[in-house]
């Protein structure tokens, strides 16, 4: 509940998806609305952006040591799911190794060239045990 309560502080979050990411920055109306980000009642700054996703993170770590056995469930469908569709593409396996790659040669570069990071995250854990359980 903090937390949720803590996103809904957002009241335009909904609004800011449909119009400006999902739709081009286009409301209901059709109006271009570029110029007017700043007056949704969304996350605005980077440090804003951080905390919205810290908060999802929080949710669904407290989802995932609750339901533990559902988490598994759902890791497993979508392992499954994306194996299917990387088969049906011909693809395989090669398309998670490039992104991998990509991810690793990213974080090379941000370590050497910018600031040193913590390689392991939530997105890497959640990517290896999807591929792990999609096998």
Known sequence: KPVQKAINKWSDLKNFRNEIIAHNFRNSKGEFKLFSIGDYNCPQTHEELSYLVAF??????????????ETQNIINSVGANLKRKANQSGTGDSKFEELKRTLQNIDEYISEEIFSIVRYDIISANTKTIQENAK
Do not use: Q
Request: cysteine-free; glycine content about 0%.
């Open 56 to 69: 999802l993170n929080r949710m669904v770590r407290v989802l995932s040591s609750n339901f533990p056995m």
